[in-house]
């Protein structure tokens, strides 16, 4: 038995013209926001309040960032604004990093220059070097 898969599952279907069924509806609806505001409004408020609301529904329709639709870039800000977030800061790791560092140094002759190991050992064989030096 033989059956049929469908293929291209990923793509919506164009209904309006050139436009898919969200498209429209951003487009149409920022453009009806729009004409009601040139209906109510004096011509320079309207302008000034359609234009951006005209420019958002195109944004809306046809922009896209890092191939994703500008509705969940919009969508992700909301998130972002209206969560709690969570700020840290931990003084107390630190602080006892740097008594367990003290406590072991006490006993090494040694000092620690820096905290890159390929430093320390370079030191190390210059200071062996300049202790028990080779002679030809």
Known sequence: MKFQVPQFIDFEDKIFGPLTLKQFIYVAGSLGIGVVLFSFLPRFLAIIFSVPVVIFGAALAFYRINNKPFIEMVEAFFRY?????????????????????????????????SDSKLKDLTWSLDVKEQNNPVTK
Request: charged share 45%; glycine share 4%.
């Open 81 to 113: 604004s209206l969560n709690k977030k969570l700020y840290i800061w931990d003084k107390k790791e630190k602080q006892a990093k740097e008594r367990k560092e003290k406590k072991t140094n006490l006993g090494l002759s040694v000092p620690k220059l």
